[in-house]
């Protein structure tokens, strides 16, 4: 099998799928309008090979021995214990996440967000590709590690290519420790080239693109963000209905509502949009965080001290 060359990798992959004694589940194909909607909304590159690897499985994992019996009814419930693939679904809530919170990076060095989630491990942690320049259509693989900063997060494999081809080759366990010495993330990034838009500008821009696409959440989420950057909170909360109206499901948009909730002193209500947003992502310390606060402002101390002794288990 040739490493470099992502068809073959893809290849022996689908050759495993079709061999009963491999313990593999990788979703259907992604929708092709989903990956270009990722790149076009955060003007930023997916390596070439991961798309590729996406138009043929939306994500998916190896998974161990132990876990064939339930393979076929519920995989979702192992997602947290293998090295897991993510779907192009989950890689814009994650990266949206990130980029919001400009996790781990400074804001000389955050347009466009550079990090790119996109596989989970067992510990909670993540491995990342890179956007930026250096990268150019294939990004090396770089271990994300949260106690860690990008100068320290090294090289787990060239290119996304030879890290799927590892993975198949040790059957869902590769090392994921990367190699500072080769380089490290940081190494890749940019230097901003544009201006950071006011909000003004956002709300000028999104009102254009909504007439385009009346029903695209995330124009409706970057108005909130921005009506409360002005400190408009009432368009604010009517933007961010409008995003959940269209994408209840999502996570992040819940916990969006919460923030703006919040800051109208509408606490209780508050407290809801992050106990749902805990509900649909219950591994994401983040929201676990923002409810345990939440309750806590309530008085209700001793669910409060659950939410953070459950954050503190995962991270």
Not at 122 to 130: G, Q, T
Not at 227 to 252: R, T, V
Not at 279 to 284: G, S
Request: hydrophobic share 35%; net charge negative.
């Amino acid at each position: 099998m040739d490493n470099n060359n992502i068809n073959s990798v893809l290849a022996r992959l689908e050759e495993m799928s079709i061999e009963p004694y491999y313990l593999i589940h990788f979703a259907d194909p992604a929708e092709q309008a989903k990956i270009i909607r990722f790149e076009k909304e955060f003007k930023i590159n997916l390596p070439e090979s991961y798309k590729k690897f996406l138009k043929k499985h939306n994500g998916g994992m190896l998974l161990y021995d132990y876990q064939s019996e339930s393979l076929q009814t519920d995989y979702e419930m192992f997602k947290g214990e293998a090295i897991y693939f993510l779907s192009i679904e989950e890689i814009t809530e994650r990266y949206t996440a990130l980029k919001n919170r400009e996790w781990k990076v400074s804001k000389e060095k955050a347009s466009p967000y550079p990090i790119i989630p996109f596989c989970s491990l067992p510990n909670n942690e993540l491995l990342v590709f890179i956007h930026g320049s250096k990268s150019a259509k294939e990004s090396p693989v770089f271990d994300a590690f949260h106690e860690e900063f990008p100068s320290t997060w090294g090289i787990v494999a060239p290119d996304f290519t030879n890290f799927l081809a590892n993975y198949l080759e040790t059957l869902g366990h590769p090392g994921t420790m990367g190699d500072e010495e080769k380089a490290v993330a940081s190494d890749y990034f940019d230097e901003v080239k544009e201006q950071k838009e006011t909000p003004e500008e956002i709300l000028s821009r999104t009102a254009e693109d909504l007439i385009k696409e009346p029903d695209h959440a995330f124009y409706h989420y970057e108005r909130a963000a921005a009506f409360q950057e002005l400190g408009n909170i009432s368009e604010a909360y009517q933007a961010i209905q409008k995003a959940l109206e269209f994408e209840p499901e999502d996570a992040f948009y819940n916990f969006i509502q919460g923030e703006i909730l919040n800051e109208s002193q509408k606490y209780r209500a508050a407290l809801i949009s992050f106990d749902t947003a805990v509900k649909l992502k219950p591994n994401d310390t983040y929201y676990l965080c923002s409810r345990a606060a939440a309750l806590y402002r309530l008085n209700k101390f001793k669910p409060s001290i659950n939410d953070c002794n459950q954050a503190i288990k995962m991270d």
